[in-house]
């Protein structure tokens, strides 16, 4: 079964729930953004692009789901390019992409808007 019919079956399967009290926060990270970085695309138009029962599911249910969507790359970039990678600190090597990101390099931006 493909991943996005997973994720909208395991989202259903959440709203059906006696205790679910909507509006459910959700963040969803594409990882491995790095590799992603020049298509001058957002993490939303990607999920648009390669997950559009998804983003279809989500943007239809706004009234159940409250979701921000996430670009994350915790290495920064491809192993290969070990230069690259070498000259920059491991906390620099962190990006975070989304609408509302304060810091581009602090992992934690998606946990602090579900905590909102």
């Known amino acids: 079964m493909p991943?996005?019919?997973?994720i909208?079956?395991?989202?259903?399967?959440?709203?059906g729930r006696p205790y679910f009290n909507p509006p459910f926060r959700i963040a969803l990270m594409v990882s491995a953004w790095d590799s992603l970085i020049e298509e001058n695309i957002t993490p939303a138009n990607w999920i648009e692009m390669e997950?559009?029962?998804?983003a279809q599911f989500?943007?239809?249910?706004?009234?159940?789901?409250?979701y921000s969507i996430y670009g994350v790359s915790a290495q920064g970039g491809d192993y290969r390019?070990?230069?690259?990678?070498?000259?920059?600190?491991?906390?620099e090597r962190i990006l975070v992409t989304g609408s509302d990101v304060k810091n581009e390099?602090?992992?934690?931006?998606?946990?602090?808007?579900?905590?909102?």
């Open 105 to 116: 390099h602090d992992l934690t931006e998606p946990l602090t808007w579900l905590t909102r």
């Open 58 to 66: 989500l943007e239809s249910n706004r009234r159940l789901f409250d």
């Open 51 to 54: 997950l559009p029962l998804l």
């Open 8 to 15: 909208v079956e395991l989202l259903q399967f959440i709203a």
């Open 81 to 91: 390019d070990v230069g690259k990678l070498t000259s920059m600190l491991p906390s």
């Open 3 to 6: 991943t996005q019919v997973q």
